[in-house]
């Protein structure tokens, strides 16, 4: 992603790395001085990835001043991180395809063989020599892709969230089967009643998992226990997929944005609250060409080609905004954040 300038936050700040909790975004010098590449929110914490490939951490709740460096990896470089804004645990991938977990267990969401929590970050052995290049946390479970667009998933199996036919608990990297064929090459996973997507080379996406408000996007309310495809997204050339509470996003090469499922606290970006079933274009981003999305529980960011950051959904602690409100419409460009050229984003809860 490059290195930050600077790391600026908003909303409710409760780690004291930055100055204050507020409306305007603020500056975040103990972080910003670490060199970021990549930073990945939890419930409890937040994960920084530092250029030099190195790890970091900050709890919302600590009275540490000072970021505290994730040991584990020895000399390894990581070079990608993984938590879920309603989890509890995290994934980190090293520049050799090698895939550590760490934090709570509950369920086998670290893939490990057992429900057992680490401290530190603990090598997945069922996944060596698979060569994995992209991961994705949910609230209570795992994915990752290897190299050759296999989807490998693991954790709570709830409502079939992890694509294999059944509800049951993985302790360990399963493959999702049913892909056989498709080169995936992107996945998102979900919170609570959760729901899995993917986007494979061909452009394609399938989903599957609790199918409540329309989340799956193939219309009405059923779930699926195996991937299947959303038809509406076939012919838009969708590059990356997103998962929020109850709904989900997909972002298009050209760099439009669609959403679909719940609709409550304008999390659609549709300006209503109103359930949608199907992939639905957000028209506020349209012409503003978004290169990527940060989605919290129920708010985005949509980050453009120019540097600019747009935000949409719950705002009670200025997520989205410059001032508190229940929630914002559609998507609004937070202007505190104009002039600044910014990078990357991150949401959390």
């Known amino acids: ?43 409890r914490c937040l994960l920084i990835l530092t250029n030099a490939g190195k790890v970091f951490t900050v709890y919302y709740s600590s009275e540490t001043q000072c970021p505290q460096q994730v040991e584990g990896f020895g000399d390894k470089e990581v070079i990608k991180l993984a938590a879920h804004p309603d989890g509890k645990h995290f994934l980190a991938l090293t520049s050799d395809g090698d895939l550590y977990s760490w934090g709570s267990g509950v369920g086998g969401r670290l893939g490990h063989g057992n429900n057992n929590s680490k401290d530190e970050p603990t090598l997945i052995e069922a996944l060596v020599g698979k060569h994995i290049v992209h991961i994705a946390c949910g609230s209570t479970y795992s ?11 693991w954790g709570r199996g709830n409502y079939g969230r992890l694509g294999h036919g059944c509800s049951e608990d993985h302790n360990v990297p ?12 992107d996945v998102a996973c979900g919170s609570g009643d959760a729901q899995t997507l993917v986007v494979t080379d061909a452009g394609l996406v399938f989903s599957w998992g609790d199918g409540d408000y329309g989340k799956l996007g193939r219309g009405g309310n059923d779930g ?3 991937p299947k495809l959303i038809d509406k997204l076939q012919d838009v050339d969708v590059v990356k997929v997103y998962c929020g509470a109850q709904f989900s996003l997909a972002l298009t090469k050209t760099g ?43 708010h985005v960011l949509a980050l453009t080609e120019e540097g ?10 200025a997520q989205v905004g410059e001032t508190t ?11 505190s954040l104009q002039g600044k050229v910014i990078v990357g984003t991150a949401c959390g809860p």
């Open 1 to 43: 992603m490059g290195q930050y300038q600077e790391v600026l936050a908003w909303g409710w700040l409760a780690w004291s790395s930055c100055t204050d909790s507020g409306m305007m975004p603020q500056y975040c010098e103990a972080i910003g001085e670490l060199g970021v590449a990549q930073i990945a929110c939890a419930e």
């Open 143 to 153: 994915a990752a892709v290897s190299s050759s667009g296999e989807l490998y998933t």
């Open 174 to 185: 399963t493959l999702v089967a049913d892909l056989k064929g498709h080169r995936v090459v």
């Open 224 to 226: 699926s226990k195996t």
């Open 256 to 298: 439009s944005v669609y959403s679909w499922g719940k609709g409550d606290t304008h999390r659609l970006g549709h300006a209503s609250e109103e359930h949608v079933r199907f992939p639905k274009l957000i028209e506020a981003l349209q012409g503003k060409h978004v290169v990527s999305l940060a989605v919290g529980s129920v």
């Open 308 to 317: 600019e950051v747009y935000g949409w959904g719950r705002n009670d602690y």
């Open 325 to 335: 409100g229940s929630s914002v419409l559609e998507p609004t460009v937070i202007t």
